[in-house]
C-alpha cells in the first residue's frame, strides 16, 4: 500500500500554496483527494496521473501561434 500525502506536501510538491490547492478542491480541479473524516489525504499515484493530464506548452504551443500568424 502506498503512502498518503497531506495536501501541504502536495502543496510543495507542486510548488502551490496551500490555499491555491484548497481552492482547485473546492472547485472540483486539481488531483483527486481522499476525505478521512475531516483529513484531506491524496494518493501519489493519482497527482502524478493529473500533472501528466495537464496542458503543457513548449513547441507545439509555439507552432500552433506560427500558424495562427
Same mark, same amino acid.
Given at each position: 500500500? $502506498?503512502?498518503?500525502?497531506? $495536501? /501541504? +506536501?502536495?502543496?510543495? *510538491?507542486?510548488?502551490?500554496?496551500?490555499?491555491?490547492? =484548497?481552492?482547485? =478542491?473546492? $472547485?472540483?480541479?486539481? !488531483? /483527486?483527494?481522499? /476525505?478521512?473524516?475531516?483529513?484531506?489525504?491524496?494518493? !501519489? *499515484?493519482?497527482? +502524478? $496521473?493529473?500533472? &501528466?493530464?495537464? !496542458?503543457?506548452?513548449?513547441?507545439?504551443? &509555439?507552432? +500552433?501561434?506560427?500558424?495562427?500568424?
Amino acid at each position: 500500500m $502506498e503512502a498518503l500525502l497531506n $495536501e /501541504k +506536501q502536495v502543496a510543495e *510538491t507542486l510548488g502551490l500554496s496551500l490555499a491555491a490547492l =484548497r481552492r482547485w =478542491r473546492y $472547485e472540483g480541479r486539481g !488531483p /483527486k483527494f481522499l /476525505k478521512l473524516g475531516s483529513a484531506v489525504r491524496y494518493r !501519489p *499515484t493519482d497527482v +502524478q $496521473e493529473w500533472l &501528466h493530464g495537464c !496542458p503543457s506548452g513548449g513547441s507545439n504551443a &509555439h507552432q +500552433q501561434s506560427r500558424r495562427l500568424g
